[in-house]
């Protein structure tokens, strides 16, 4: 690693007159965009239960969907081997034709995945062996790369839990696998942001202590989101603000501890992101005077946009009774306030 980012280094060649940031932190936004796309589609994989369609990682061959009968009934044959479908859908009549739909988004996912990881590495490599990448920029999107081939491999273990364990893949698995992507993401941002303060003749950002704050805030109630998706405990309750007509919901399992019923339990999980999310929206607020205050207009719009568009849809996806593209949208804009947020963060940022 030590090797590729001193290759990735501008410094490697003691001069700055060949660095591109503007160029570089363009293409790093586009491969942001991929991150957030494949977020809404990782939604869309996990409502429809297709995340297990598919039981083997094949990182190059794999980019091929089955096009013959014969290499549809293999997959097929595989995927009734799993306890999902041996539980649930071989009882509910699943049909081959059924299963090419689920199929067909586990397979989009992997494939914006690998989409993603190319396009990062064929970029820095690019700029790299160009030394057109800034001075003291190489260990950063060296990480960066790593970081997302960190994403396919949690991917993997997270799909494996499914195939192998429960009809449903962990959800602890889930959250390490939404908050690599979202942690990525903001990494990309504000790399991305620095390199454009580099073009304008600016030193990097360097956060917060409040900046640290918000985004913890934030990632905590990310995490619980998590947690409410993999337990599927958005169908515990359809009301708001009170939950089954009361304030705290009847049927919180507590016979093995607190932890487990914080971590573990749907309605406990249930009760706690929705409440959350307004000390979430307090800290947003908060950081979004800063930014007025700061001459930072535009990303104090941007964080309450984000935050006032992601609580009405979370509202809407529990009333609707998680219909499908509420809670894609759900997902989507929570992946677009993580970048709002870093963007509030690296605007209030100390200079290096």
């Not at 991150?35 to 297990?52: D, H, N, P, Q």
């Not at 059924?98 to 914006?112: G, N, Q, S």
């Not at 030193?203 to 704050?213: C, K, N, V």
């Not at 930072?296 to 809407?316: D, K, M, N, P």
């Amino acid at each position: 690693m030590q090797g590729t980012a001193q290759a990735l280094d501008g410094r490697s060649q003691g001069s700055t007159s060949r660095e591109r940031p503007l160029a570089l932190a363009r293409w790093l936004l586009v491969i942001a965009a991929l991150v957030v796309a494949i977020v809404a589609v990782g939604g869309i994989t996990r409502l429809t239960e297709s995340g297990v369609s598919i039981t083997e990682w094949k990182p190059v061959s794999g980019a091929i969907p089955p096009l013959t009968q014969a290499q549809w009934q293999v997959e097929f044959d595989a995927y009734r081997q799993t306890p999902q479908y041996i539980e649930i859908n071989g009882p509910a009549g699943m049909t081959l034709a059924t299963y090419k739909m689920i199929f067909f988004w586990e397979w989009v996912h992997r494939l914006l995945a690998r989409a993603i990881g190319l396009a990062l590495f064929g970029v820095l490599a690019w700029f790299g062996l160009r030394r057109e990448i800034p001075s003291g920029y190489g260990p950063r999107l060296a990480a960066l790369v790593a970081l997302v081939g960190l994403q396919g491999a949690i991917g993997w273990w997270m799909v494996q839990s499914g195939i192998v364990h429960d009809v449903r893949v962990s959800h602890f698995r889930l959250a390490a696998h939404l908050l690599t992507a979202l942690f990525t993401l903001g990494g990309l941002v504000w790399t991305a942001l620095d390199l454009l303060a580099h073009a304008r003749g600016e030193a990097p950002r360097r956060l917060t202590g409040f900046g640290l704050l918000a985004l913890a805030v934030l990632a905590l109630q990310l995490f619980m989101g998590a947690l409410v998706a993999g337990l599927r405990a958005g169908h515990v309750a359809s009301d708001w603000p009170l939950m089954q007509g009361r304030l705290f919901p009847e049927g919180v399992d507590w016979s093995q501890g607190p932890l487990h019923a914080v971590l573990s339990d749907p309605f406990l999980t249930h009760f706690d992101h929705r409440w959350w999310a307004w000390m979430v929206v307090a800290v947003l607020v908060v950081m979004a005077r800063r930014l007025r205050r700061a001459g930072a207009r535009q990303s104090g719009i941007a964080i309450h946009s984000a935050f006032g568009t992601q609580v009405i849809l979370g509202i809407a996806t529990v009333m609707s009774g998680i219909a499908l593209w509420l809670a894609v949208a759900h997902q989507l804009v929570g992946a677009l306030l993580v970048a709002a947020t870093v963007w509030g963060a690296h605007e209030l940022g100390r200079r290096a």
